[in-house]
């Protein structure tokens, strides 16, 4: 049987949402992110070797995590979740940075349309957290209102994955549904069947 083939033109990036990890627990269902304007993502690898009298003869990549980055605009409230600002001990609506700010993390996830806009391919990152220190630019008079670039670290869940996708047309209606809003690694995870134990008399 001839193996069929997908063509799908990554075109735009929409619908991106995370599950924020507050107090031990994460916080359901998905917000809304922001804006997103551009999505990057870089593999780190490990690499293991085999030699044999001197020589290389097997050379294996090993993923470790992959380093991301957002660029786009977020709400405020999103933001200071990034960069771990903290009301704590401080009068109503003061929020502040510093050496007890932690960055903040959870479960990413998003659609991918193709340039037709007439395929969709969700994606997700099931355990990710944002990097890097508080970022700010302000320019007075500008024609264009600045995008953040934001980096975040994607690393392994429960299943040893970094990251999941798959076209919308193949799974099922809830599955699509709840990536998008209420995404875990159990939710794609296959379900073993159930074993049928026959008795002897």
């Known amino acids: ?27 359901t269902p998905s917000v809304k992110l922001g804006c997103t304007g551009k999505l990057e993502i870089e593999t780190t690898l490990k690499t293991v070797i085999k030699k044999c009298e001197g020589d290389t003869v097997r050379s294996v990549d090993i993923p470790t995590q992959l380093k991301c980055k957002f660029t786009g605009h977020m709400p405020v409230e999103n933001l200071r979740k990034v960069w771990g600002l903290k009301t704590d001990g401080l009068k109503k609506g003061v929020y502040a940075y510093g050496t007890d700010s932690r960055q903040g993390r959870g479960i990413m996830s998003f659609k991918v349309l193709d340039l037709d806009e007439a395929m969709a391919m969700l994606r997700a990152f099931p355990n990710m957290q944002f990097s890097g220190g508080m970022t700010w630019e302000l ?42 809003t209420d995404f875990t690694p159990d939710l794609v995870k296959a379900v073993a069947p159930a074993s049928s134990t026959t008795t002897s008399k």
């Open 1 to 27: 049987m001839a193996e069929e083939f997908t063509t799908f033109d990554e075109y735009k990036v929409t619908d991106a949402g995370i599950k924020w990890f507050e107090n031990g627990a994460y916080v």
């Open 139 to 180: 320019e007075n008079g500008g024609e264009e209102i600045a995008e953040i670039e934001q980096e975040f670290i994607a690393m392994k869940d429960d299943n040893n994955k970094f990251f999941y996708e798959a076209l919308q047309s193949e799974v099922d209606t809830d599955l699509a549904d709840k990536w998008l």
